[in-house]
């Protein structure tokens, strides 16, 4: 049978958005190239989320939609963290029985091998290994990079926290920590191919280690006379230090963002969590950054409805949000993780938990639109990713969204901008 085309579904974060393109990578080493429409594809991937119930929900929608439109004799691969829950690729391919190879995150860099499988015998391939024991942190695969001028570089798999509303212990298993060489040469390789955007990624890269070297001694090592822009996430409140920010302020390629997720700003929630911080020591970092870069860009992560969350620790919440003022904030509402702690504790009901998180988009709003309205008259470095006619698009050191004309500025430029309106939570600025 001959099989030519390719196509990839992600789902969730850029950890899976950068997995993908190794997949990619190892398609295209066998020969295989990528299609834009599924109906054109003899092999169809679907790398999958469980962090919440809605991408478990969307994963079984579009294979539904799937099986109307796929070629005849296509293959469909269904991988990562929503195969590798317990018994999850069994009830997979028992309700959808058109799937041909269900596999987890440990055993997913051998996907090709499972597909050259099937094509040769035909037989179904179901395989989904326990433990990070039986996986390593080699990165064999070239990924087919798919971001523009932004790249992704893993440091790090899998996390130790155990967070209770969290399944990603459980289905990414143990940190396991890349050696910091090759993490550098992964670096240096993209920035020499012209990529002016790297983004290091882990569960939590604040405890990267390896040998005797940490986290902070990786950035140092990155640091670089050739412009570039390096980013990293995501980082753990309990973890990140002040040596961090002292790096940062002195840096020449870090970005003046951080992403810094506090879940909620009751202690008693946070408590409840396990995320092994207060308030007062999460606000205590966020003052410290601040005082080292006073343009930062902060964003968070914030849960609402998490079990026995009371009207007090939401209002707790939102007062943390009003104290920080976070430049973007992630949203969402508290959702049940089979396995998780968090599962058997007491439940809210629906409906308060979307009133909840109704309150809280509308407060950030609010803040959203001032910082805009606060940063008009400012100068901006814009690095250029999209560009439609004169009109660019792109973010700044501290990532914000900003647009602006230009003629001559080009797709991977960094450029002097002047912001001239903040309508809403939208910058518009003028080519210094």
């Known amino acids: 049978m001959s099989m030519n085309n390719y196509f990839i579904y992600t789902y969730g974060c850029q950890m899976n958005v950068h997995e993908s393109e190794k997949i990619a990578g190892i398609l295209q080493s066998r020969g295989f190239t990528p299609c834009q429409n599924v109906e054109e594809a003899d092999v169809i991937v679907l790398n999958t989320c469980c962090v919440r119930e809605t991408?478990?929900?969307?994963?079984?929608?579009?294979?539904?939609?799937?099986?109307?439109?796929?070629?005849?004799?296509?293959?469909?691969?269904?991988?990562?963290?929503?195969?590798?829950?317990?018994?999850?690729?069994?009830?997979?391919?028992?309700?959808?029985?058109?799937?041909?190879?269900?596999?987890?995150?440990?055993?997913?860099?051998?996907?090709?091998?499972y597909i050259d499988k099937f094509i040769q015998t035909g037989t179904r391939i179901v395989e989904v290994w326990s433990s990070e024991k039986d996986g390593d942190c080699s990165e064999s695969a070239l990924p087919v990079r798919s971001s523009g001028i932004n790249a992704w570089v893993n440091i790090m798999y899998g996390c130790n926290n155990f967070c209770t509303y969290c399944?990603?212990?459980?289905?990414?298993?143990?940190?396991?920590?890349?050696?910091?060489?090759?993490?550098?040469?992964?670096?240096?390789?993209?920035?020499?191919?012209?990529?002016?955007?790297?983004?290091?990624?882990?569960?939590?890269?604040?405890?990267?280690?390896?040998?005797?070297?940490?986290?902070?001694?990786l950035l140092k090592?990155?640091?670089?006379?050739?412009?570039?822009?390096?980013?990293?996430?995501?980082?753990?409140?309990?973890?990140?230090?002040?040596?961090?920010?002292?790096?940062?302020?002195?840096?020449?390629?870090?970005?003046?963002?951080?992403?810094?997720?506090?879940?909620?700003?009751?202690?008693?929630?946070?408590?409840?969590?396990?995320?092994?911080?207060?308030?007062?020591?999460?606000?205590?970092?966020?003052?410290?950054f601040r005082a080292l870069i006073p343009d930062i860009g902060l964003s968070s992560d914030v849960m609402v409805g998490f079990p026995t969350e009371t009207e007090e620790d939401f209002l707790q919440t939102l007062?943390?949000?009003?104290?920080?003022?976070?430049?973007?904030?992630?949203?969402?509402?508290?959702?049940?993780?089979?396995?998780?702690?968090?599962?058997?504790?007491?439940?809210?009901?629906?409906?308060?938990?979307?009133?909840?998180?109704?309150?809280?988009?509308?407060?950030?709003?609010?803040?959203?639109?001032?910082?805009?309205?606060?940063?008009?008259?400012?100068?901006?470095?814009?690095?250029?990713?999209?560009?439609?006619?004169?009109k660019c698009y792109g973010k700044s050191e501290t990532d914000a969204a900003i647009s602006f004309n230009s003629e001559s500025a080009k797709i991977g430029d960094f450029v002097r901008v002047k912001i001239v309106s903040g309508k809403n939570a939208n910058l518009t600025g003028e080519v210094v």
């Open 319 to 390: 007062d943390l949000v009003e104290r920080v003022k976070y430049n973007n904030l992630f949203m969402f509402i508290y959702s049940q993780r089979s396995g998780t702690p968090a599962d058997a504790m007491p439940q809210l009901d629906y409906e308060t938990k979307q009133k909840r998180i109704d309150r809280l988009i509308k407060f950030q709003f609010e803040i959203s639109k001032q910082l805009a309205q606060n940063t008009v008259g400012r100068i901006a470095e814009v690095l250029v990713s999209d560009k439609d006619g004169d």
């Open 55 to 113: 991408a478990e929900t969307k994963v079984y929608g579009h294979l539904g939609r799937i099986k109307s439109k796929k070629k005849h004799g296509a293959v469909i691969a269904v991988c990562g963290c929503m195969t590798q829950q317990p018994s999850a690729a069994e009830r997979l391919v028992k309700r959808c029985p058109f799937v041909n190879i269900a596999i987890g995150t440990f055993n997913q860099p051998r996907i090709g091998d």
């Open 221 to 288: 090592l990155l640091e670089s006379d050739t412009k570039y822009r390096l980013k990293f996430m995501t980082s753990h409140p309990k973890d990140i230090s002040p040596e961090i920010a002292q790096i940062m302020s002195e840096s020449k390629v870090l970005s003046h963002s951080l992403h810094l997720p506090v879940q909620a700003g009751s202690n008693r929630i946070l408590q409840a969590m396990n995320r092994h911080y207060t308030r007062e020591e999460y606000m205590e970092k966020i003052s410290a």
């Open 167 to 217: 399944i990603v212990p459980y289905v990414r298993g143990r940190e396991r920590c890349r050696p910091i060489d090759d993490i550098v040469a992964d670096v240096d390789n993209l920035v020499s191919q012209g990529y002016k955007q790297i983004t290091l990624l882990g569960q939590n890269v604040n405890s990267y280690r390896y040998a005797d070297k940490t986290f902070p001694d």
